[in-house]
């Protein structure tokens, strides 16, 4: 027997009933809750990874939000454009944003990251959604993880 499940973008009204199944999920008897533009972001993206793409969407938000709150910000870029971009101006959608401005974001929630992981880096990529070889060539080009690890170092001396 085949049952046809139609993907999630055709069905966008389970978004808001499985994100707050995975919220539950990932922390439990917690009251965590899910802005109104979270979700029109949750809602208007097309979900190509369909609900394990939801599911990691919601992990992540949780893992990098406050625990109380998942707004806008906590959501990968890619979601959270959806709803403050048409369509057809993606390209030009942060003309003011620098070089420079974007690679402190980057180390800043890399950082973060981190810190929240108490520096296991295998933990802190899947976080981020980046291979550990990529996690370690950011760590070292911020030089991130290396001032901590000195600093315990030299404490154990």
């Not at 009251?31 to 609900?51: H, R």
């Not at 390209?91 to 981190?114: K, M």
């Amino acid at each position: 027997m085949t049952v046809h499940v139609p993907p999630l973008r055709e069905r966008r009204s389970d978004i808001p009933m499985l994100a707050h199944w995975f919220l539950e999920r990932c922390v439990p008897g917690s009251s965590v809750q899910v802005t109104n533009a979270a979700m029109k972001s949750l809602m208007q993206y097309d979900w190509p990874g369909n609900v394990r793409e939801l599911e990691n969407c919601i992990e992540r938000a949780v893992a990098l939000g406050d625990q109380q709150v998942i707004d806008v910000d906590d959501l990968p870029s890619a979601i959270a454009s959806t709803a403050q971009v048409p369509d057809g101006d993606r390209a030009s959608s942060a003309p003011g944003l620098s070089t420079t401005d974007l690679e402190d974001i980057e180390r800043s929630t890399i950082q973060r990251v981190f810190e929240q992981v108490k520096g296991d880096k295998a933990l802190a990529g899947k976080m981020l959604g980046i291979s550990r070889a990529t996690l370690y060539r950011k760590l070292k080009r911020y030089n991130i993880g290396s001032r901590s690890h000195a600093i315990s170092s030299q404490a154990l001396q």
